[in-house]
């Protein structure tokens, strides 16, 4: 755990200790001037503004991406408010740490001071766990502050929504990472300012659009190029060649089955229906180039043919079979260019949810209509006591009849209404299913 004092007091910390702390934590924002971006969260008469100008902070709860100032909003926001503050990691911490910051701001309560008591990754804490400060929020011994990644809709319980407010942090943009790197090559006294360190204009663009949104690595990585820096006449230079050499993973943010992953195969899906092929192209590639699986795109390829094209164009369902097919015979490089062909032959077929709709409406039936009986006419009879209690008697095979219809016949069960859930649409080879039904039912 620790404490606000600690975060903040450039008196607290000598020149030997920054030495030692990275670039990136000596950095952070002592106040809100320093603060780069969220200007929706700390503009003022903001909420979140009013809450740290009043000195009444509330309990919160922060969600956005890494590296856009989570961690640094709680400890500002305790250092203008002037109360104790405790940081606690759910990737760390268990119910004994829990136990003893609540203990410690319980003591802080003497002394008529409600506790900041600041939870990192609070999403990777259990139910349990979560539960434990709900009694300590309502009888104000703490003021919550929890900081997560992921959607907290889906990763934190509804009790603990209901007693926090929730911000949402954007990534920052290059123009306001380059604003940080500027700030950190400047700085004398916490930043590199002392190194004498000469970086191109050109490079800090390199490293702003690299970090991808994330200040923390745009510092972690200028820090690393420091040390690489060559001397020159008494000078540290720092080229564009450097931040290439330190700059060797992707630029893109990805995630693996967190929710930014199902955004984009959301953004996949979204694109195919929607007839892009180029789109649907780009979030393909880009699942790819986050190093999704891509057995688990193919998955989705066929899910798609069958939910947003059907009976429009039934080749669909056959081609993206196929591609899978192909990439599990083919394997990784080769096989990925068979589900790009799939994707792009979807994205270009006629649409239809008609029967993925028509399912829909039936499932919904079968599961609110209860248990009604199979008709007799319609039942098999294999024996002679079911031919007795008259199974299959009266039933009318289509193959005998004109058309191999039998018009008037009745399917659904006795004492339900004939439905129609499956309504063709007028695209593809649909159009021709829709013709035919209509001069079927006529009869």
Not at 57 to 81: F, N, V
Not at 195 to 222: C, S
Not at 272 to 294: E, F, I, K, N
Not at 299 to 318: F, K, Q, Y
Request: hydrophobic share 40%; net charge negative.
């Amino acid at each position: 755990m620790t404490s606000s004092k600690d975060m903040f007091s450039d008196d607290r910390v000598t020149t030997h200790e920054n030495h030692y702390r990275p670039l990136a934590d000596r950095m952070r924002p002592m106040t809100i001037d320093e603060f780069v971006g969220q200007a929706h969260l700390l503009q003022q008469q903001s909420p979140l503004r009013r809450s740290i100008d009043s000195g009444r902070p509330h309990s919160m709860l922060l969600w956005g991406p890494p590296g856009t100032g989570k961690t640094t909003i709680a400890h500002l926001l305790a250092e203008h408010c002037q109360v104790p503050f405790i940081s606690i990691s759910a990737v760390l911490s268990g119910v004994k740490e829990i136990r003893a910051a609540i203990d410690t701001a319980k003591q802080q309560l003497t002394t008529h001071a409600t506790t900041v008591l600041f939870v990192d990754e609070v999403h990777r804490f259990n139910k349990s766990q979560q539960d434990a400060f709900l009694p300590h929020i309502e009888n104000g011994t703490i003021c919550f502050i929890g900081a997560t990644t992921e959607n907290p809709s889906f990763e934190l319980n509804n009790a603990l929504l209901s007693r926090v407010r929730t911000y949402v942090l954007k990534r920052l943009d290059a123009a306001a990472i380059a604003q940080c790197l500027h700030a950190a090559v400047n700085n004398h006294e916490r930043g590199l300012g002392e190194m004498n360190l000469k970086i191109q204009d050109t490079a800090i663009d390199l490293l702003a659009r690299v970090a991808d949104g994330d200040a923390r690595k745009a510092l972690t990585l200028l820090e690393l190029a420091s040390d690489l820096a060559s001397s020159e006449e008494g000078q540290k230079i720092v080229d564009q060649a450097i931040i290439e050499q330190v700059t060797q993973s992707s630029l893109r943010r990805f995630d693996n089955k967190g929710e930014y992953f199902y955004d984009m195969i959301s953004a996949l899906h979204k694109s195919v229906r929607g007839t892009d092929p180029d789109a649907s192209l780009y979030w393909y590639c880009r699942m790819l180039d986050g190093g999704c699986d891509p057995i688990y795109i193919a998955r989705r390829v066929v899910r798609i043919a069958s939910e947003d094209i059907g009976n429009a164009d039934p080749r669909a369902l056959s081609i993206a079979l196929s591609a899978w097919d192909t990439y599990t015979r083919l394997g990784s490089p080769e096989g990925e260019l068979a589900i790009a062909q799939a994707i792009v032959y979807l994205a270009c077929a006629a649409k239809s949810n008609a029967v993925y709709a028509a399912y829909n409406a039936a499932l919904r039936d079968a599961k609110e209509l209860g248990t009604l009986e199979v008709p007799l006419h319609l039942r098999n009879a294999p024996t002679q006591l079911m031919q007795a209690l008259d199974y299959g008697k009266d039933y009318r095979y289509a193959h005998d009849e004109q058309d191999a219809y039998a018009s008037g016949e009745n399917y659904f069960p006795e004492g339900m209404q004939q439905r129609v859930y499956y309504t063709p649409v007028e695209r593809g080879l649909e159009i021709k299913i829709k013709q035919k039904l209509e001069q079927l039912r006529k009869k």
